[in-house]
């Protein structure tokens, strides 16, 4: 059974910075990637930045330049530093890893999506 439990979201004012934590616990063989999604009310979920294993980065073009995605591979876990934060920001951001729960699994590189209970992030004056 793998969890991720995220930490770090709260209120901050437009301009501010947040720093978000997600730590991947549990059985778990190997985590190709993680990243963040989030969602806001009355829209789809989107994705807000993923890593490699390798550290190869996405972003998606909203967040450009404000976010920064990192991770530790020795501690699975990611982190995302969210700066200038915007009104438009606010959401509830889910953390996400595509991993292999068993050396069978990486073998046959089959992997499985998981994702955390979600925080909330408000940016607002």
């Known amino acids: 059974q793998v969890q991720l439990v995220e930490s770090g979201g709260g209120l901050v004012q437009p301009g501010g910075s947040l720093r978000l934590s997600c730590a991947a616990s549990?059985?778990?063989?190997?985590?190709?990637?993680m990243g963040w999604h989030r969602q806001a009310p009355g829209k789809q979920r989107e994705l807000v930045a993923d890593i490699t294993r390798g550290g190869s980065i996405n972003y998606a073009d909203s967040v450009k330049g404000r976010f920064t995605i990192s991770r530790d591979n020795d501690k699975n876990t990611v982190y995302l530093q969210m700066n200038s934060l915007k009104p438009e920001d606010t959401a509830v951001y889910y953390c996400n890893a595509d991993g292999f729960p068993d050396g069978s699994s990486w073998y046959q590189d089959v992997s499985y999506d998981y994702w955390g209970q979600g925080t909330q992030v408000t940016v607002s004056s």
């Open positions: 549990g059985t778990i063989f190997s985590i190709r990637a």
